[in-house]
């Protein structure tokens, strides 16, 4: 019964005090909502200018799992297109000659989401990507040419429309 007590006295602290909060602090958030809303808003048409201002960009990403990258760095990098761009993504550092702001929400919007290394090209102002991941490490895993892993590379930006 004592404990009963305690719960109904609880409840009706956490009513009195919680009301009142509720509308005290309902305008800011509010406000807030409605600021986050626009700088959404600004923040996708900013993106979308940028994806055009990069029309035909191609980027293969890759990270640091497996010590995948060394073998990447010295791999495939030096064999990559001279149209095709990398970045390294080192934890959650973002090593990318672009605008940091705009390759991160490329990034964490893929929606092929099935590992590093990725391939993403922008093409009629939309980022396109593709996984390499399980590729890759079976690549890696049984020491093919890493000619063929390049060949593969390009066939798949080209397969991105």
Known sequence: MKERLKEIAVIIFLFIIGIPL???FLPFIILFLIFD??????????YINYLSSIEGKKFFCY????????????NVIPKLADDIEYIFMEGKNLKSAYAREYISHMLFAISD????PYLIKINNGKALDKSLNSQFYNFKSQNKNSDDLIILINDNFNKLK
């Open 22 to 24: 509720s509308i005290l």
């Open 37 to 46: 809303f626009f700088q959404r808003k600004r923040f996708k048409k900013r």
């Open 63 to 74: 990270n640091t799992r497996k010590n995948g990258h060394h073998y990447i760095e010295k």
């Open 113 to 116: 989401r099935k590992g590093f």
